[in-house]
């Protein structure tokens, strides 16, 4: 296991990121899943019972998350392990409950998961968040829930919005365009089981993008006991009938791993991230074709993943559109490739926490690198980066993809490091511990 010494603390502010003198050489751990932390805590708010949640994830996301749902009615209290014992929301005591304010703070999650959930509830709810926030799209939540029974007011399809206290769901068929983003499916299907009808959901629209974040919703309510099925490509079913009480130990989170893997493929080195899961539905075990696309050794066992840089990195043509999340960390690395990478299938990027594409652009243009972008990819000629300011744009992944480049790019600054703490608050602590000596 990677080891972070008792003194360092997360860097905040500006951070000078470490260069590699050579191949990394370390064990790594991450925490547990942002996605799957967030689904099970939507289920165990839902739950006929009571559940355990271990391993979870303690990150900006996760705990607006349960801020949110403890306003909605939700009980839950952390053990002195850690662990989260969560007592679900009382329906019939909520819906006389005094009105809420929710922030969504930058997540999205929160954004597109909450609202269906809060409609349930019969109880008057302001959702807002960052500035950021407020121009991400919500439409698509907005007029589903609207159609299902609930009344809410928007300013423009965006936040920040109030669903009303005479909300109610209903549930039964719905079509949507679901085109872009996989949350806007995920949080239907979510609340779908305390509907009197479920949910018959339909994308209209083209192919979700991030799929594997649908698979893992489905996932998360079969294993709930909830009757979920997709008869067909985008159209799923869901029975209505409370989740049961979940006692489950959360995955590490493999998005966040990434990075670190990432490090052995820019240095040539050779990185183990520790109890990568053989089964998963998370997004993020699509790194492990990508690395070896990019020349590297691949080997997964009991232990974790394995993952040995090559001498040089080889250019990539590469669709992203299932692991989107991943692009920011892939384009760092087709930055120090020799050749011209091709990453496609990414125009929904532009609707995250920034527009990706642009500020991938716009930061490797900066440091020497050769880049195009088109509505829907990125073209990048390798090159070797100079130094520069590499700015984030509060985007988790654009600190991870700077802390790569600056592997082998020396004097490379990552401005507003702690943005990080979106997804992964020790990130800068386990990356330079990853770096010392003995990792």
């Given at each position: 296991m990677t080891d972070t010494p008792a003194s360092a603390v997360p860097v905040t502010g500006d951070w000078l990121a470490p260069v590699a003198g050579s191949g990394v050489t370390a064990h790594a751990s991450v925490p547990g899943s942002k996605s799957l932390t967030n689904r099970y805590l939507i289920l165990a708010a839902l739950a006929e019972s009571d559940s355990v949640l271990r391993g979870w994830l303690r990150s900006r996301d996760t705990l607006l998350m349960i801020d949110a749902l403890r306003a909605l009615g939700t009980v839950i209290e952390e053990a002195d392990n850690g662990d989260l014992l969560i007592t679900p929301i009382d329906f019939s005591a909520a819906t006389n409950a005094a009105p809420v304010v929710?922030?969504?703070?930058?997540?999205?999650?929160?954004?597109?998961?909450?609202?269906?959930?809060?409609?349930?509830?019969?109880?008057?709810?302001?959702?807002?968040?960052?500035?950021?926030?407020?121009?991400?799209?919500?439409?698509?939540?907005?007029?589903?829930?609207?159609?299902?029974?609930a009344s809410i007011t928007s300013a423009e399809g965006l936040l920040p919005m109030t669903i009303h206290a005479d909300s109610s769901l209903r549930g039964g068929h719905l079509a949507i365009d679901a085109s872009a983003s996989s949350q806007f499916v995920s949080g239907l299907?979510?609340?779908?089981?305390?509907?009197?009808?479920?949910?018959?959901?339909?994308?209209?629209?083209?192919?979700?993008?991030?799929?594997?974040?649908?698979?893992?919703?489905?996932?998360?309510?079969?294993?709930?006991?909830?009757?979920?099925?997709?008869?067909?490509?985008?159209?799923?079913?869901?029975?209505?009938?409370?989740?049961?009480?979940?006692?489950?130990?959360?995955?590490?989170?493999?998005?966040?791993?990434?990075?670190?893997?990432?490090?052995?493929v820019a240095t040539g080195g050779d990185v183990t991230v520790l109890d990568w899961p053989v089964h998963t539905t998370q997004a993020g075990d699509g790194f492990r074709a990508i690395a070896e696309a990019f020349g590297a050794e691949v080997r997964l066992d009991r232990?974790?993943?394995?993952?040995?840089?090559?001498?040089?990195?080889?250019?990539?043509?590469?669709?992203?559109?299932?692991?989107?999340?991943?692009?920011?960390?892939?384009?760092?690395?087709?930055?120090?490739?020799?050749?011209?990478?091709?990453?496609?299938?990414?125009g929904h990027l532009r609707g995250h926490e920034t527009d990706r594409l642009a500020a991938l652009h716009r930061e490797l243009s900066a440091i020497g690198v050769e880049v195009e972008e088109h509505p829907t990819a990125l073209t990048i000629t390798g090159s070797?980066?100079?130094?520069?300011?590499?700015?984030?744009?509060?985007?988790?992944?654009?600190?991870?993809?700077?802390?790569?480049?600056?592997?082998?790019?020396?004097?490379?600054?990552?401005?507003?490091?702690?943005?990080v703490a979106k997804t992964l608050p020790e990130f800068t602590q386990l990356w330079e511990a990853m770096l010392s000596p003995g990792a």
């Open positions: 929710i922030d969504c703070g930058l997540a999205g999650t929160v954004m597109r998961f909450v609202p269906p959930l809060a409609a349930a509830t019969g109880r008057e709810v302001i959702l807002d968040g960052d500035e950021q926030a407020r121009v991400r799209p919500m439409s698509v939540t907005i007029d589903a829930l609207t159609r299902l029974g299907l979510l609340a779908a089981p305390v509907m009197p009808l479920g949910i018959e959901l339909v994308n209209q629209g083209e192919p979700v993008p991030s799929r594997a974040h649908v698979d893992m919703t489905l996932e998360v309510l079969a294993d709930a006991g909830v009757d979920v099925t997709e008869p067909e490509p985008e159209h799923w079913i869901v029975e209505p009938g409370l989740p049961r009480g979940l006692d489950v130990l959360v995955e590490p989170d493999l998005s966040n791993a990434a990075a670190f893997a990432a490090a052995a232990d974790g993943l394995h993952v040995q840089g090559p001498r040089a990195l080889r250019a990539v043509d590469l669709d992203l559109s299932a692991i989107g999340e991943l692009t920011p960390v892939v384009a760092a690395l087709a930055a120090l490739a020799e050749g011209t990478s091709h990453l496609h299938g990414i070797r980066p100079g130094p520069g300011m590499w700015h984030t744009y509060n985007d988790h992944r654009m600190v991870m993809a700077g802390a790569i480049l600056a592997l082998r790019t020396e004097g490379l600054v990552i401005e507003n490091a702690d943005t």
